[in-house]
């Protein structure tokens, strides 16, 4: 019967005080020594705090019981510092308990977040020995391991000893490779998924779509977008925003503009890939436009999406409404620019022959500008024919930042020979060929007759 009431009143707490109360009845009562209690209470407390959980668990008079280990390390996993599972796992390893099926999925899945792979592979030793290595939901979380640790080779070898796969392992060997910027074994690991009779969710379809938009492969993407359709899986968040992109990509804004119409939800970044798709195929005042709208919607802008209004008012050209929203930015919503958004503003200004302008935002900057600026930049002075405030830092910066890439010495020397500095040019031209650099040549992208791109140089053309 007091058990009964002790259930209640852990489960009717609904505030740190409530659980102050308990613990202090716990104490007076020496209920604090029932491992069945503590459990439920720790297991509650977390929904709380899970400050005063670890608080509580550290004080415990007895070895806390697994469950609460467990309880505790899942707790951990989800939050900024998962480390915490780790540590509480090798605590829990020098009592007499042993961790269980329940714990492993969740220190691998530690690891995984800490890229922690030496940690992961031991923890993979400790599963083989004591005979889990084919419990699937542990598989599954190595595999997701290795991938987001960069070992997309662990990952799929343990994808290929897994006695039974389900949705889950396909899905995470998919989004495994993708990850690892291999879309085409993603796409070769769809199709086996197919041959296995196992339909794909809506987290598959995501990373397939993403595999798609690496490999501009607008045809895959549009079949696997009617596979969706055909049979009749949710237009989501999360899958919408990937084909929006995935059109978006490869060039076909208007079916990007379809889907994100279509989407009966949108969460900001749907809004902004959508801004920078419109920015990107040339639509700059459709772009302009949609940020409008979003504001409308009460959604507020961050930085990514800053950074794709500021594309769009780049590449139109419209330099005053830029400048408003990059003063905007930060008046309003209190957004910090970031290199990306000086970096769109010398571009927007360099665009325009306001060189001046351009320079000045550079020298306001808080930090040191990164080789893209500084190559928009020169780039802008050479093609305008502006030196009069030309500051050869800025070339020897850029020289210092990438001092292997040819492009660089080439492109400083035409700003030298602009400048009337022939000696600077020649000198220039000359370390090109004692370090043995290229200048790499232009290129494109050209649809071949499966729907993907292939990247065609001059070089190759000839």
């Known amino acids: ?4 009431q002790i259930e209640t009143l852990i489960q009717l707490s609904k505030t740190v005080h409530h659980l102050h109360q308990l613990h202090t009845l716990f104490l007076k009562t020496s209920l604090d020594h029932n491992t069945y209690i503590i459990s439920r209470f720790i297991l509650t407390s977390l929904s709380i705090s899970l400050h005063f ?6 004080n415990l008079p007895v070895t806390p019981p697994l469950f609460a280990y467990n309880t505790l390390i899942r707790a951990y996993t989800k939050t900024s510092c998962p480390i915490e599972s780790i540590k509480l796992f090798d605590e829990m390893l020098k009592t007499a308990l042993r961790p269980d099926n329940f714990t492993y999925p969740f220190v691998v899945k530690a690891c995984g977040r800490c890229l922690l792979i030496g940690v992961g592979g031991s923890l993979h030793s400790l599963i083989f020995k004591v ?4 419990d699937k939901y542990i598989g599954n979380t190595l595999l997701r391991m290795y991938a987001a640790c960069k070992e997309i080779d662990f990952a799929n070898a343990v994808f290929e000893e897994m006695p039974v796969r389900d949705v889950v392992s396909w899905s995470s060997m998919i989004a495994g490779f993708v990850a690892c910027d291999s879309p085409s074994d993603a796409l070769k690991v769809f199709h086996r998924m197919k041959l296995a009779n196992e339909n794909p969710n809506s987290v598959t379809l995501v990373s397939l779509v993403s595999a798609c938009t690496s490999l501009i492969n607008v045809r895959a993407g549009e079949s696997i977008h009617s596979y969706t359709v055909v049979n009749g899986l949710e237009l989501d968040v999360a ?9 978006s990509k490869c060039g076909h804004v208007e079916k990007a503009f379809k889907v994100f119409n279509l989407m009966r939800e949108k969460n900001l970044q749907s809004w902004t890939i959508m801004m920078s798709g419109l920015a990107d195929n040339g639509r700059g005042n459709d772009a302009i436009s949609l940020f409008a709208k979003m504001i409308q919607t009460g959604l507020k802008p961050d930085s990514i999406s800053f950074s794709a209004i500021l594309s769009a008012c780049s590449h139109l050209g419209l330099v005053d409404e830029g400048k408003n929203y990059f003063d905007e930015m930060a008046r309003v919503y209190n957004i910090k620019p970031t290199m990306e958004h000086y970096g769109c503003m010398v571009d927007m200004l360099g665009r325009a022959g306001l060189i001046e302008e351009a320079y000045h935002i550079i020298r ?4 040191e500008p990164n080789a893209v600026i500084l190559r928009s930049f020169l780039g802008a002075c050479r093609n305008h024919g502006q030196v009069l405030c030309l500051d050869d830092n800025l070339v020897k910066l850029l020289l210092k930042i990438e001092p292997e890439l040819g492009a660089n010495y080439v492109l400083a020397a035409s700003v030298s020979s602009i ?3 022939w000696d600077t040019a020649a000198e220039l031209m000359v ?8 200048k790499v040549p232009g290129c494109s992208w050209v649809k ?13 053309a000839a």
Do not use: C
Not at 131 to 134: A, C, M, N, V
């Open 448 to 460: 071949v007759n499966d729907g993907s791109a292939e990247e065609m140089s001059k070089e190759t």
């Open 53 to 58: 959980t670890r608080s509580l668990f550290n």
């Open 239 to 247: 899958l919408g925003t990937a084909l929006v992109e995935m059109y």
């Open 364 to 367: 306001n900057m808080p930090t």
């Open 419 to 421: 400048s009337g500095n």
């Open 131 to 134: 005979g889990l290595d084919s």
């Open 1 to 4: 019967m007091i058990s009964r």
């Open 431 to 438: 370390a090109i060929n004692q370090k043995g650099l290229n």
